[in-house]
């Protein structure tokens, strides 16, 4: 194949005028040679004609455009007329019949190079369009054992080198939109080198602002290479090589680029999905580790808790072994809340978390919360403002309790003992239900407001006796209310404090159902 390429570039490509002018002036001469010879052998004038009219057609096939076999038929004519006709030697004519044969055989001679030009310029399309058929074929299967975009900005450099012979480069851009800091030109048959990008921030910048097909510079003109969404590289010819490209070039050279695109798009298509396969693959695993530690721990927990229950109530006097046995109970309870939390998290992430969405009071949901965690208040004074009708939410009241704990546990652990904890509800428009869990504590520190809800994230900035957590519970808060279709979200009071408040749907009628939580 690469033998086939190299003959049909040369008969498309190596076209000199001089080589042209040379062959034209050789026919002539040779028909002129062999003509005398007919003479002197006696041939009729007619063979003589043909002999020209045989230059005209060689010249025609084997010169460019139609031209040079124009040309080549006048000036025939004349040598005939010249060599031939009498007087010899003169361009003077006796014979007004002679007229009539020179216009015929000029007419004839230009008919047939007009011919004969416009099949070889029908071949010569034919053998440009398979030229670039077997180039692309080429380019693609080198491609197929491209696996880096560096690798495919190589094999796309040496293929623009092998067909045209430009010193075509390549600057690749990385995944954040950025130029890098070198790019790989070939410059010769051998390897490709990588030289220094000048300036690649101004370079950035220019082909993110394009809106032409290339960006025409003093040493480059920069073809770039789009995704669907975003740039990847830039294909750079240099300037004197891409001011002469012909139409059929910059098609053809589109085709490259395109091919390129293609390659280095499922090159970052296969890594993003990589990556979210492995990430996948580590939370599969971090919620398999955690799943497996936390049910190991619930039943000691439960026993220390018992156990702790039993010491307290024995020691009626309040004594030091009391206090001890209460310290001992609330880390105990603390750390049976973190596994909670932990199991509640891991059943979300993996959809084997059920939800039973029927209507339910929201006012018992908060009862319940409330006596989940009254005997954590210690001192903290807890306000409850319901609104006199009944509200009804479609939600499953057992993850609504959870989310209601989590943000009043969160809120005694951020309030001073002697201080206000307030719940509120009321009905919103659109037909949900708002509420709020409000503390008279530090508040949120404004670095940590747009983090408040993530996974694992925990404040730098924290009261020393305030217990550290791991950053689990109000992210699980606001997956189970996004889970329900509502809204949760934070914000600071403006005379001190935090309120954390979220919204559900208020039940229809006949409204019963059961389903799975997404992963």
């Known amino acids: 194949m690469e033998r086939i390429f190299s003959r049909l570039k040369r008969r498309l490509f190596m076209k000199r005028p001089a080589r042209f002018a040379v062959l034209a002036a050789s026919l002539i001469v040779g028909a002129t040679l062999i003509g005398l010879l007919f003479r002197v052998l006696g041939f009729p004038e007619t063979n003589i004609v043909i002999i020209y009219l045989l230059a005209v057609l060689l010249t025609a096939r084997f010169t460019a455009g ?14 005939y007329n010249f060599f031939f006709t009498v007087p010899l030697y003169s361009f003077a004519v006796n014979d007004s019949s002679y007229i009539v044969t020179f216009a015929i055989m000029t ?6 190079s007009a011919v004969t030009s416009r099949a070889k310029a029908s071949e010569e399309e034919s053998l440009r369009r398979e030229a670039e058929v077997l180039m692309l074929y080429s380019f693609t299967n080198r491609l197929s054992n491209a696996f880096t975009p560096h690798e495919i900005a190589g094999v796309a450099v040496n293929t623009i080198h092998g067909f045209w012979g430009w010193q075509a480069a390549c600057l690749c851009f990385d995944g954040d939109g950025r130029p890098e800091n070198s790019y790989i030109q070939q410059v010769g048959e051998d390897t490709p080198v990588w030289r220094m990008t000048e300036d690649p921030e101004r370079i950035g910048g220019e082909m993110l602002r394009l809106r032409s097909a290339c960006l025409a510079g003093a040493e480059f003109f920069d073809w770039p290479v789009y995704s669907t969404d975003k740039l990847l590289a830039v294909i750079r010819i240099p300037a004197h090589d891409a001011i002469a490209m012909t139409g059929d070039q910059r098609q053809a050279l589109h085709s490259v680029i395109k091919g390129a695109a293609l390659a280095m798009d499922r090159y970052r298509s296969a890594r993003a999905r990589l990556r979210s396969e492995e990430e996948a693959a580590r939370e599969r695993y971090r919620g398999n580790l955690l799943r497996a530690i936390s049910h190991d721990l619930r039943t000691p927990l439960a026993g220390i808790m018992g156990t702790a229950e039993i010491l ?20 105990a309870q603390w750390l049976h809340d973190i596994v909670e939390n932990v199991l509640s998290l891991t059943r979300i992430q993996s959809g084997a978390s059920v939800i039973k969405y029927e209507p339910s009071a929201l006012e018992e949901i908060v009862e319940v919360a409330i006596n989940h965690v009254k005997r954590r208040l210690a001192g903290r004074r807890l306000e409850v403002r319901l609104p006199e009708e009944l509200l009804m939410v479609r939600a499953d009241s057992r993850l609504i309790q959870q ?6 546990d969160n809120a005694v652990k951020h309030t001073p003992p002697g201080k206000t904890i307030e719940i509120s509800a ?22 940590d407001l747009p983090h408040i809800f993530e996974m694992f994230y925990t404040s730098q900035k924290r009261s020393a006796d305030v217990k550290k957590g791991i950053g689990l519970g109000l992210p699980i808060c606001e997956a189970i209310i996004r889970s329900h279709g509502g809204t949760a979200s934070a914000e600071n009071i403006t005379d001190g404090g935090a309120r954390f408040t979220f919204t559900l749907p208020l039940a229809k009628d006949g409204q019963n159902e059961e389903t799975h939580t997404d992963s």
């Open 66 to 79: 139609y031209r040079w076999g124009i040309a080549v038929s006048f000036v025939s004519t004349f040598t």
């Open 107 to 112: 007419i004839t001679a230009s008919i047939t």
């Open 312 to 331: 307290i109530g024995r020691d009626r006097d309040g004594g030091a072994e009391k206090s001890l046995a209460l310290a001992i109970y609330n880390d």
């Open 403 to 408: 989310v209601l704990v989590n943000l009043l």
């Open 426 to 447: 009321a009905r919103e428009d659109g037909g949900f239900a708002r509420v709020a869990v409000a503390d008279e504590g530090e508040g949120i520190p404004l670095e």
